[in-house]
């Protein structure tokens, strides 16, 4: 699965954007953009003894919908792979995890305009 560059360039200041906030809420960063034959995983984060996987999404237009909706049922299940395959390929393959969703909208010059966080937002199937 590849991304253009233009995609990878305007989701930069979301995913920054999303760092400092999780940040600024004690999170801490253990990872970013975790590639896998499943796809990628923005942000690996700690919250206390909880792996947490984040998912970014973020928009300057609300043209192609909000990002809440981008979480897609196909995107749920590839993100749930890549988080498995990350906990096995890991030191403590049992631990605790969870995947959020942080949906951001940006304004034209890349400022954060709003900001939602979404714990557990993919649940195991």
Not at 100 to 124: M, P
């Amino acid at each position: 699965m590849s991304s253009s560059p233009f995609s990878r360039l305007s989701g930069a200041p979301g995913e920054e954007a999303a760092l400092r906030f999780l940040l600024r809420k004690g999170y801490r960063l253990v990872e970013r953009n975790v590639r896998s034959r499943w796809g990628e995983i923005d942000l690996v984060c700690r919250s206390g003894a909880t792996l947490v996987f984040v998912e970014v999404k973020s928009r300057r237009s609300l043209s192609a919908g909000h990002p809440l909706e981008a979480l897609t049922p196909a995107k749920q299940a590839r993100l749930r792979r890549a988080a498995f395959l990350y906990m096995m390929r890991s030191e403590h393959p049992k631990a605790s995890y969870r995947i959020d969703l942080v949906a951001i909208i940006l304004d034209q010059e890349g400022r954060v305009k709003e900001i939602t966080h979404l714990e557990n937002a993919v649940e195991d199937e």
